[in-house]
């Protein structure tokens, strides 16, 4: 998936099952209600997932790439949608539009955004999703940095972030390195004309011990949790 000559169709596709497997994790711990099914013997009881009361939030445009990964697996979630884009000066968010389904406040709200690079959008679209007042957020990523997810777990530490990866740094320009390239670019066959990468933001490590000092609360694709007296880069495995 990260390399160059991906097309955008094997791109998506990979994306998709990807997102799959990240929404199985996230949702591992939600609440289920029992409701009765007859087999081809009997009737029994089974377990599910209340979907109508999960919303999926996709961070518009590259966020949308995550979203039909989640709903093959829960179906009948809501989706709201957050529209943001990162100025290339500042680097800053920039908030353009916003969706919601009604009723937040009993809603469990799941933020979709493939790459936490610098952590800025992500924050902004959980302060934004915050002013709504739902049951719980929770951020899933693609590919993390280490300064992305220590900004971030610094301004909202009582999320958790799920993410595949944490990559070794940022560059200058905020890109993840050694990352995947633009994800909505990726996503949708557009190109960006390349810009020239100066030197690090950082040395190689730095953003791990960053990482520790903000005592960061997250899970690898790993499933397990971690924070920053311990560690766990584990998360490589599900993608290549």
């Known amino acids: 998936m990260r390399r160059k000559e991906t097309s955008t169709a094997n791109f998506r596709k990979l994306l998709n099952e990807i997102g799959a497997l990240l929404a199985y994790e996230v949702t591992r711990n939600f609440p289920m209600h029992e409701v009765e099914v007859e087999t081809p013997l009997e009737k029994t009881t089974g377990r599910m997932i209340d979907g109508k009361k999960l919303v999926f939030v996709p961070i518009l445009r590259a966020g949308t790439g995550l979203l039909d990964g989640f709903l093959s697996v829960i179906p009948g979630a809501r989706v709201g949608h957050l529209g943001l884009y ?86 200058d320009h905020g890109y993840i390195r050694p990352g995947l390239g633009d ?31 903000a005592g960061a609360r997250y899970r690898t694709g790993s499933g397990k949790k971690a924070s920053g007296s311990c560690l766990r880069i584990s998360a490589g495995f599900i993608f290549t």
């Open 86 to 171: 990162r100025d290339p000066k500042t680097l800053s968010p920039v908030e353009y539009y916003f969706k919601m389904p009604g009723e937040m406040p009993e809603r469990d709200a799941i933020v979709l955004d493939p790459m936490l690079a610098t952590g800025n959008s992500a924050i902004a679209a959980v302060d934004r999703l915050k002013r709504e007042r739902p049951r719980s957020i929770r951020l899933v990523c693609l590919v993390a940095s280490p300064e992305g997810m220590a900004n971030f777990t610094r301004a909202h530490p009582d999320i958790e972030v799920f993410t595949a990866a944490i990559d070794r740094q940022l560059n």
């Open 183 to 213: 994800a909505g670019d990726r996503i949708f066959g557009t190109k960006e004309s390349p810009r020239p990468v100066r030197n690090a933001v950082v040395p190689a490590f730095a953003g791990i011990t960053m990482l520790q000092s």
